[in-house]
């Protein structure tokens, strides 16, 4: 499918996976003419991917883990159809690959070098892109807070543990929505803007997120005081009450949020009282597996 040439941006901390090493090895003996470059502190994936773009590669791949993912993906963003994207899932959560299907085995992923791209959507809240998930209420509050040593040591388990051992510090907070045809206020315990369909380790807050059709689904779940009193078992079960949600699905939401209510982007803390969040369409072209979850040909 063209020129086989494509550029690995890879985490720093994955300088010495062998796995990772070897996948590239093995590329490399299928006729890929694959480099590498290593990010070290924050900037170097949007100067990387600036740098590859410029050097002429159609091609690029995201080593690394959610953060890695949404920072290559919005530096793209701002140069597009110049380049397609494969993912190379190497974090503690890997909540997007893992909803859309990518496998989570190097050798495996770059197969994805050899599938034809999908344009994707993208979600943007304040100039910011996400390509995963905004997520609000308790559950932010716990990915945001689960230190990286309990993620080396727990792996995914570790954002569930983090949960548990705060639940004392459980609140509901006010939110208000409003996009078109809709409109919902209230006391909430979580809230998710999909472009994808779970967070924070696996967490599926937006179960039939699309990637690829132009909008963002909107998952709230309300705070009613028998909600509040069962959370332990809801984060024990991975928030498996599907019909207690509140949902929608939206090109844009306008959110009005209370002090209490803790946001975040792709994992990342996000700050504001009032943010409008709206689909980019197609923003983004990324190679994923034919009958992937997250595109609608594969329905």
Same mark, same amino acid.
């Given at each position: 499918?063209?020129?086989?040439?494509?550029?690995?941006i890879?985490?720093?901390?994955?300088a010495l996976?062998?796995a990772?090493?070897?996948?590239?090895?093995?590329?490399r @003996?299928?006729?890929?003419?694959?480099?590498?470059?290593?990010?070290w @502190?924050?900037?170097d994936?949007?100067?990387?991917?600036e740098?590859? =773009?410029s050097a002429g590669?159609?091609?690029l791949?995201?080593g690394?883990?959610?953060?890695t993912?949404?920072d290559?993906?919005e530096a793209?963003?701002?140069?597009?159809n110049?380049?397609?994207?494969? %993912?190379?899932?190497?974090g503690?959560?890997?909540?997007?690959?893992?909803?859309?299907?990518v496998p989570l085995?190097?050798? =495996?992923?770059l197969?994805?070098?050899?599938?034809?791209p999908h344009a994707?959507?993208?979600? @943007?809240?304040g100039?910011?892109?996400?390509?995963n998930m905004?997520?609000?209420?308790?559950?932010?509050?716990?990915t945001?807070?689960?230190s @990286?040593?309990?993620?080396?040591?727990?792996g995914?388990?570790?954002?569930?543990?983090t949960?548990?051992s705060?639940?004392?510090e459980?609140?509901?907070a006010?939110g208000d929505l409003q996009?078109p045809?809709?409109?919902?206020?209230?006391?909430?315990?979580?809230?998710g803007?999909?472009?994808?369909r779970q967070a924070?380790?696996?967490h599926?807050?937006c179960?039939?997120? %699309?990637?690829?059709?132009?909008?963002?689904d909107?998952?709230?779940l309300?705070?009613?005081?028998?909600?509040?009193?069962t959370l332990?078992n =809801?984060?024990a079960d991975?928030f498996?009450i599907d019909?207690?949600f509140v949902?929608a699905? %939206?090109?844009?939401?306008e959110?009005?949020?209370?002090?209490?209510?803790?946001?975040?982007?792709?994992g990342e803390?996000?700050?504001g009282?009032?943010l409008?969040f709206?689909?980019?369409p197609?923003?983004l072209r990324?190679h994923?597996?034919?009958?992937s979850?997250l595109?609608?040909?594969s329905r």
């Open positions: 499918m063209g020129e086989r040439k494509a550029l690995l890879l985490h720093g901390k994955q996976n062998e990772v090493r070897a996948a590239v090895e093995g590329k @003996e299928q006729g890929w003419d694959l480099a590498v470059r290593l990010t @502190e924050a900037g994936a949007q100067r990387m991917v740098e590859a =773009l590669y159609k091609q791949i995201a690394g883990g959610d953060g993912l949404r290559i993906a793209m963003s701002m140069h597009p110049q380049a397609s994207l494969v %993912l190379m899932p190497l503690t959560a890997n909540d997007f690959a893992c909803a859309a299907g085995v190097p050798v =495996l992923a197969e994805l070098l050899d599938v034809a994707i959507d993208l979600g @943007e809240v100039g910011q892109i996400f390509l905004a997520t609000g209420g308790f559950g932010s509050q716990v945001a807070n689960t @990286e040593e309990l993620k080396k040591v727990l995914g388990a570790a954002y569930l543990f949960g548990l705060r639940f004392s459980l609140h509901a006010y996009g045809g809709f409109h919902w206020s209230g006391e909430l315990l979580a809230l803007i999909g472009n994808g924070g380790g696996g599926v807050l179960p039939e997120a %699309l990637a690829d059709d132009g909008l963002l909107i998952s709230i309300p705070a009613p005081q028998e909600v509040i009193g332990k =809801l984060l991975g498996g019909n207690m949902r699905r %939206l090109p844009w939401v959110i009005k949020v209370s002090e209490g209510l803790h946001i975040n982007l792709d803390p996000l700050e009282d009032s409008r709206s689909a980019r197609a923003a990324v994923l597996p034919e009958n979850p595109l609608r040909a």
